[in-house]
């Protein structure tokens, strides 16, 4: 398939990438507006967040002041913890619905993206970091603020950090992305991929950090974790963002997930070829 900007259909991106830029930007700014219209279920899970956090960081801080070294801990850091945790855990998508994807796949719909002048991935990518940029502003910086008023989280006090933070977070929504794109491609193998993503869903957020930090696990428990992608979706934004870890050991934490993004992303795109090559649709 070609098209008049040039090339194989996708946009003309070697000879004119402004314009697939552009189009990645549109669909962008449509998955905010998707996602804003929900105001409703964005409050309800900002009081979801609120309440989970009290819960949680009463838990945490009972821990904290029982044990005296709580994984290095204090109460400060260990409140820091729970509320970006349950900031970010909205735009993260471990508990959100299955992508949109993954139903295409399974009814033969995936045949019309893959006939459009948009990489697949990409464009999904692109809906979904607009997505996740809705949700941060009426659900998870709230959240955030909460904790601060109410428990007094131990923040950084220069601007380093957030910057840092402010990549690492964006890391991890793309990251949290391309693990769900896979779970969604596994569908062109099998007929149903709602056991997968569970199975996805409480592993992720175990060995991401959600219930407790990954510094706390058993040793063994904390290299199987490592060796996964799942703390650089979580854990890693919020030692950045914290201020947990902080100057080449903070850089040496992107680059992690910098990583992980590749290896995943690259494991995505093997799985859209491949399951391109076996699709079969019946029909006019």
Known sequence: MRDRAGGDGRLGATRYPWRAIAVYAHLARAGFRRQSQYRLAMFAGLFTNCV?????????LA??????DFGGYDEGSIGAYVWLSQGLLGAMQFMGPPLDLADRVRNGDIAIDFLRPVD???????GDLGRAAATMLPRGVPSVLIGVLTFGLVMPSTPGPYLLGAVSVLLAVALSFL??????????WVVETRGIRVLYQVAGTFLAGLFVPVHMFPAWLRTVAQATPFPSILQAPIDVLSGRITGMAAVSVVAVQVFWVLVVGGTGRLLLAAGRRKLEVQGG
């Open 63 to 68: 821990a904290v002041r029982a044990a005296g």
């Open 52 to 60: 989970f956090g009290f819960v949680r960081a009463a838990v945490m």
């Open 120 to 126: 697949v991935q990409f464009g999904y990518l692109a």
């Open 179 to 188: 693990c769900l794109f896979g779970v969604a491609l596994i569908g062109f």
